[in-house]
């Protein structure tokens, strides 16, 4: 049976950024949060669209 990934989830990889900054979560909670929410595709959709950070 193939697993489909959900939509990446821009809310919740926030919030896991927001609760390290906060020092609410440790840092490999913080990584596994942000990797099941779907930061490898938001990463990639931005490299693939060329975009540059402005600062």
Do not use: I
């Amino acid at each position: 049976m193939a697993f489909d990934r959900p939509a990446p989830d821009l809310t919740k990889l926030l919030t896991a950024w927001e609760q390290w900054e906060k020092g609410e979560e440790m840092p490999g909670k913080v990584l596994a949060n942000m990797k099941t929410a779907g930061l490898a595709e938001v990463l990639r959709e931005l490299r693939d669209s060329g975009w540059k950070p402005s600062a």
